[in-house]
């Protein structure tokens, strides 16, 4: 049986599929070559991330398709009912990546609360003309420990964000409209343990109390984030978006910022991606990435053993 990887799979799960006698492809396919390229090799799963998009009129052009596989949680690149109702699988990945973007999550704020992302750009420039003039400019830094993180949507990937806030020393508080309460245990190095329970409370209460936003939720119709939500925030509020691009009004984050409601903001993607708004790539205020959520060894070689996994035990 022939699996094609068109966006790419870790050492580890190749191994694992050609262990268990599948042909792995690992070829880049274009989206507009993708139906004649599976039928002409007779593919029996397809792989993809983001950068694939699976829809009804390829779920029907090519039937030797037995699986459909997303590497990584949201699946709103693949038409996931029709398949189903096709009767195709349909899997993915949900767990494999969540302490990576939980850890990209911490890398802006750490990075935005010391002015990171800006120094960084201006130290190789000024650094030796202006040094006191920008030890000055970045000296009103802030401490994460003791502050309220506010985290909406508090499913696996929200909950590992929390676990780091708590291992920092914040406060977290969160909102999940189908999560009422979560056990999250901590676990350290030499084998200790530490659970905290985090009842759930209102959207409104985590804007209101947060000094601190991470947003963790899956695409939706509508805006999560727009002026009526930056207006129930305090003043100051830091924000955080590694979950989908378009969850967040950019527009409004923008005059948000620009008028002092939020102070700085994260984004690591984008209502327009692969190509995010002027306005926000520029804006020394925000702190960007692009799409790098899930992007460590770790987690890539955890998103390829549990896909092949998932796929031996359908098919092998």
Known sequence: MKVLANDGIATSGVVALENAGFEVILKTVAQEQLTDFINENNVDVLLVRSATTVREQLIDACPSLKIIGRGGVGMDNIDVDYARNKGLKVINTPAASSHSV??????????????????NQNMPLEGDSKFKE???AYAKGVELKGKTLGIL???RIGQATAKVGLGVGMKVIAYDPFIDAANIQLDFFDGQQVNFAIDTISKEAVLEQADFI??????????????KEFNIMKKG?????????GVIDEVAL???????KVSNAALDVFENEPNPEVQLLMNKNISLTPHIGAATKE????????????IIEILG
């Open 134 to 136: 920008l030890k000055k």
């Open 102 to 119: 939980a850890e990209l999550v911490f890398a802006h704020l750490f990075g935005m609360v010391r002015f990171l992302h800006d120094s």
């Open 237 to 245: 509020v830091g924000i955080v978006n590694a979950a989908r691009g």
């Open 214 to 227: 991470s947003l963790h939720v899956p695409a939706q119709e509508g805006y999560v984030i727009g002026n």
């Open 153 to 155: 949507g508090f499913g």
């Open 299 to 310: 987690a890539q070689n955890r998103i390829g053993e549990e896909l092949a996994s998932q």
């Open 254 to 260: 923008v005059t948000a910022i620009e008028e002092g």
